[in-house]
């Protein structure tokens, strides 16, 4: 007859395990006691900058602590993700992530992190589509019209991004995939920069989220030739998506969430992961995000884990196909 073998731990190890569950219930019921520094991968303005000012007061009261903006833009987030990867995992340091830096540039570069495992994922806040604008001067009405030009003058069109490899970037780059057409990339180091020059006419079109350019959008300094997006936005009822408006299949989103450096004590997550949940399906922030044209999630962290984690591939394969580069 065979012996049943027993393996006993020794009473340390207990001490040990006890000890750490202690710490993090201790983390958690303590945290916040300072500031919060959360760093935004791009300038002041843009729509990681705007979607960040809209959940920051309201989580601000409900964690008792104030969550203090970092704009650390450049390299196409890069900068920014760097600092959010080797941040100390307290929970004083969390990151705004975008997909450019996230799940576009570990396809396109070499990086110092890797954004599976160098983050603790707390929450998404938002996804919204992308618009399709052009400057007045540029002499197309449709996006039929615009691969019609861009096929009559192949590298004569130019467009201009919020960076190498951010999402705009490849929401061209899937564009001109999709189209067969030749149009350059100028890379900028932010959106607002980008959208000045599209609208002075020193760029011909770009890429951009609805926010910062409804304003534009409604007064006519920029044409709209069409929404990245299953369906029209309530706030452009009149823009066709760019599927119905001659590429059928076409759809590029833009997302931002809520990091937290990996191994950030779990108790810390979800008590941020609580209070972002608890502003962004607020019906006064719900609204101010669906006036942007964009839509509040808040999910869970292992939700947002699998939504980067499907992100990453879908972007590989984009990459791939469509041939993009760091210029």
């Known amino acids: 007859m065979s012996k049943e073998r027993y393996f006993r731990l020794p009473p340390s190890a207990f001490l040990l395990c006890a000890g750490t569950l202690l710490a993090g219930s201790v983390a958690a019921q303590d945290y916040p006691t300072r500031p919060i520094r959360v760093i935004v ?21 409900i964690l008792g602590q104030q969550l203090v903006l970092d704009n650390r833009s450049g390299a196409g987030g890069l900068i920014a993700t ?16 975008t997909p ?37 001067s540029v002499p197309v009405k449709s996006v039929k019209d615009l691969i019609a030009l861009a096929k009559a003058k192949p590298g004569q069109l130019n467009y201009a991004s919020a960076g190498n490899g951010v999402a705009n970037h490849l929401a061209m780059e899937m564009f001109k995939q999709m189209t067969g057409v030749n149009i350059v990339h100028v890379p900028y ?37 069409g929404i990245a997006s299953p369906k029209r936005s309530p706030q452009l009822p009149d823009i ?22 990996a191994k950030t004590p779990r108790p810390i997550i979800m008590r941020v992961n609580d209070a972002l949940a608890k502003v962004v399906r607020s019906p006064e922030v719900k609204a101010q995000f669906e006036a942007l044209g964009a839509d509040p999630v ?18 590989r394969v984009v990459v791939k196909v469509s041939g993009a580069k760091i210029d």
């Open 41 to 61: 991968p791009t300038p002041a303005g843009s729509t990681p900058d705007v979607t960040a000012r809209l959940v920051g007061p309201a989580m601000s009261r």
């Open 240 to 261: 066709p998506t760019i599927a119905e408006a001659g590429v059928p299949g076409y759809e590029s989103e833009n997302w931002f969430g809520l990091l937290a450096p």
């Open 100 to 136: 450019g830096a996230l799940t576009i540039l570990p396809h396109m570069r070499s990086v110092s992190y890797d954004s599976l495992r160098d983050f603790a994922p707390i929450g998404l806040i938002s996804v919204g589509p992308f618009l399709l604008i052009t400057h007045p």
């Open 189 to 225: 180091k932010g959106a607002p920069q980008a959208v000045t020059d599209v609208l002075g006419g020193q760029m011909h079109m770009m890429f951009n989220s609805i926010a910062p350019v409804l304003p534009h959008v409604k007064a006519e300094r920029v044409r709209t030739l």
């Open 82 to 97: 760097e600092m959010g990867a080797k941040a100390v995992p307290d929970g004083y340091t969390l990151s705004v992530g």
């Open 298 to 315: 808040g999910n869970t962290p292992e939700e947002f884990a699998a939504f980067i984690r499907r992100d990453m591939e879908r972007y």
